[in-house]
């Protein structure tokens, strides 16, 4: 049985990732840490390896003993009060792995690494209003400049077969960030950003998930995908499918000028540097909500994997919004 180790198993794509690993029946270590909440990770097939980024030879050891085939570097910090810990983190854990890898002689078959659309930015910044393999990243966040900074590292290295996957906004049942949206909309208030409609795209987490499998085991080396579901949607129909999907009828539609975003921002940053809870709205957050479009070039997606999205926007927040009463986030 083929080995597969994946990292930032106890998040919110961890979890599916393990799962997804699971159904390929393939040999899953869960890379988590001591004090990861395993409420997910119940399957008694995984098997759990702690693994300490920062600690160089502690990876040596793990790598030597396992010998993975596969490994799948999905751990990484999406908001942080401290812009070093986004280098820290997305870059220099993943530069910390690959040059244990090597010197252990313990280099996998295949090295996926997840990073994100935010790497390369919204898509207004490209000729042609589309984000595309070859257009200059621009991304507007330190999360996508360090995903970015760790991606031009793994390319560097040519003793790695790697496959990078970029997702776009990712939803599905367990997902924290955007369902404060859902939350808000289910509690009568409607909120878009900006005097126009943004140009969304979105990939349910189970989409993601097969993707992120499926590249890793095909014999395709050193590529990189962006992942959607294929469509793009305005802010303004984003908002009107999860009403939908909560069967609200009405809402208060409220729309805010992006100063005033960037100042409720500012002020819940500092506030959450306070009290340690880390707001979903903040200083990068609002970099990514003025942006005016998402859009990517997904085509090699299609042609390399046959791609076919699972779920459009409407059917995944069906199903997610109906997690999210079914255990009582929503009510």
Not at 234 to 250: A, F, H, M, V
Request: charged share 25%; hydrophobic share 35%; with cysteine.
């Amino acid at each position: 049985m083929q080995k597969i180790l994946i990292s930032g198993a106890s998040g919110f794509v961890g979890g599916f990732l393990v799962e997804e690993a699971l159904t390929k029946g393939l040999e899953v270590y869960a890379a988590v840490r001591k004090s990861s909440n395993l409420q997910y990770l119940t399957d008694r097939r995984i098997q759990f390896v702690y693994i300490d980024f920062e600690d160089r030879e502690s990876l040596r050891q793990i790598f030597m003993e396992y010998k993975f085939d596969y490994i799948v570097h999905n751990a990484g910090v999406t908001k942080t009060p401290v812009k070093e810990q986004y280098f820290t983190v997305n870059a220099t854990y993943l530069e910390n792995m690959i040059e244990t890898l090597i010197e252990s002689n313990a280099v996998p078959r295949k090295f996926t690494f997840i990073s994100s659309l935010a790497a390369y930015g919204p898509a207004e910044y490209t000729k042609s209003g589309l984000v595309t393999e070859n257009s200059e990243p621009h991304p507007v966040t330190d999360y996508g400049r360090s995903k970015l900074q760790a991606e031009r590292y793994l390319k560097s290295k040519s003793e790695i077969n790697y496959t990078i996957i970029r997702p776009t906004a990712v939803y599905g049942p367990r997902e924290k960030d955007l369902f404060t949206v859902y939350d808000l909309i289910n509690k009568g208030i409607e909120m878009t950003v900006g005097l126009t409609d943004q140009q969304l795209t979105f990939i349910y987490v189970r989409d993601l998930v097969s993707i992120i499998i499926g590249s890793t085991l095909d014999s395709r080396k050193n590529v990189a995908y962006f992942a959607t579901d294929l469509e793009i949607y305005s802010s303004t129909l984003y908002n009107k499918l999860i009403r939908e999907s909560l069967g609200r009828k009405r809402s208060l539609k409220i729309r805010l000028p992006i100063p005033l975003v960037k100042t409720i921002g500012y002020i819940a940053e500092k506030a959450g540097k306070l009290t340690g809870n880390y707001p979903a709205i903040n200083i990068e957050k609002v970099n990514e909500l003025e942006a005016k479009s998402w859009n990517c070039d997904t085509s090699n997606l299609v042609n390399d994997l046959n791609y076919k999205p699972k779920y459009k926007l409407q059917e995944g927040l069906k199903e997610s919004i109906a997690w999210y009463k079914e255990h009582n986030w929503l009510k």
